[in-house]
């Protein structure tokens, strides 16, 4: 595996020492330690287990909504020798559902959506299915709606909008009877686009640029535009060895904005899941309801609620999570409430390097350390 030089690595370390600086004035020296600790192990976590598999990957860990810890790690672009940094922009994949959701929300919280009415109410144009389908079963992948099929995940064409998209999947048939089994579909998110459109009455990026990005001053996420000039994106890659990295194939994500068309970076995410730890920008009823598991018919939970995985670690803490897999990029955002902890990992390989075995870790890393009173606070 690559790695940047020594004056670049130089230069994250000054970066991230300055980072911390504010964090280490206001906390006791046994608080900076037991940091130092953690950012420690995470980072030999980072650097053994995930940074050899793939040409670049990045991280970041917040608590009470500071970042803590942000750091990037090998290439953003393999032939420039370009280093990741925490600026780099990744693709998120299905990690935008979590992000769509909280827009979803909004709109149920303002009284402009009702995830039980028909879908048809809101997208009158979507074939009937002599079936009830609503939002709330979309949303949590009970709505029937099939997935990819063949190499559609490879689409490199584009769609006007949300509407032009339907028309991959509209006529299919239902995989299975709406609330009855839980079948992931990234398309059913693509259908509640559309309802959002309608109930916003405005364009699904404009909407969710204007009610969820700005007011969380998520500046560093934006749609994944074909062709787009933007220095801070990564290159995207795939291969099966590090020896073997190749440049993965073009795609246009413009079909699936909604489940799985955004950039971001792993500081920006970390932000955006900190301000889901508590009630403020969302209602508490609104929360709770994001973040619990839907049923099946037959009253068997899943582990989905609204936009997120829903679970416990190995301690038995629950957590609420999404990953995301994209051509050329692959990601995992964890929330762990007991500690107040949000742990963001984004890398440009199609491969995922991310497990249970290794997030989880760096999550547990810090939770010794914010788990106390004095952890440090906003």
Same mark, same amino acid.
């Given at each position: ?38 950012i420690g192990q995470a ?47 990744? +693709? ?7 992000? !769509? $959701? *909280?827009?979803?929300? %909004? ?6 959506? #009702? ?80 309802v959002m459109e309608s109930?916003? +009455? ?7 640029? !204007? $009610? *969820?990005?700005?007011? %969380? ?6 749609? #994944? ?132 075995e290794n997030w989880e ?18």
């Open positions: 595996m690559n790695t940047p030089s020594s004056p670049v690595r130089r230069a994250l370390l000054r970066s991230l020492a300055i980072s911390f600086a504010a964090l280490f004035l206001s906390a006791s020296a046994a608080d900076r330690s037991a940091l130092d600790v953690a980072r030999v976590l980072v650097e053994t287990q995930i940074a050899p598999k793939v040409p670049g990957v990045s991280v970041a860990v917040a608590v009470d909504g500071q970042v803590v810890w942000s750091q990037g790690f090998g290439y953003a672009d393999l032939a420039e020798k370009k280093p990741v940094t925490p600026a780099t922009r990744f +693709r998120i994949g299905s990690i935008s559902k979590s992000l !769509t $959701a *909280v827009g979803l929300m %909004l709109l149920v919280e303002r009284g402009q959506l #009702d995830l039980d009415a028909p879908v048809q109410r809101y997208v009158p144009e979507f074939p009937e299915k002599d079936v009830v389908i609503t939002t709330r079963q979309l949303a949590g992948h009970l709505g029937g709606i099939r997935h990819y099929r063949g190499n559609e995940m490879h689409l490199n064409r584009p769609f006007a909008d949300a509407r032009a998209s339907l028309k991959i999947f509209d006529r299919d048939p239902l995989e299975a009877p709406p609330g009855t089994k839980y079948i992931y579909t990234t398309y059913g998110w693509t259908l509640i686009s559309a109930a916003a +009455r405005q364009d699904f990026l404009a909407y969710m640029e !204007t $009610a *969820v990005l700005r007011p %969380l001053a998520l500046a560093q996420t934006r749609a #994944d535009h074909k062709g787009a000039t933007d220095p801070d994106c990564t290159r995207f890659y795939a291969g099966e060895a590090p020896d073997k990295f190749t440049p993965a194939p073009a795609v246009d994500n413009s079909y699936k904005w909604a489940g799985g068309g955004y950039l971001s970076t792993p500081e920006d995410l970390v932000r955006f899941g900190s301000a889901l730890l508590q009630p403020g920008f969302l209602k508490t009823d609104t929360l709770a309801l994001m973040f619990t598991q839907q049923k099946t018919a037959d009253g068997k939970a899943t582990d989905y609620g609204i936009g997120w995985r829903i679970g416990r670690d190995a301690a038995g803490h629950r957590v609420m999570l999404h990953t995301g897999g994209s051509i050329g990029g692959t990601s995992v955002l964890l929330l762990h409430p007991a500690t107040r902890t949000v742990v963001a990992l984004v890398c440009n390989h199609s491969k995922s390097p991310f497990t249970k870790p760096i999550a547990e890393s810090f939770a010794p350390v914010f788990a106390s009173k004095t952890a440090p606070r906003r």
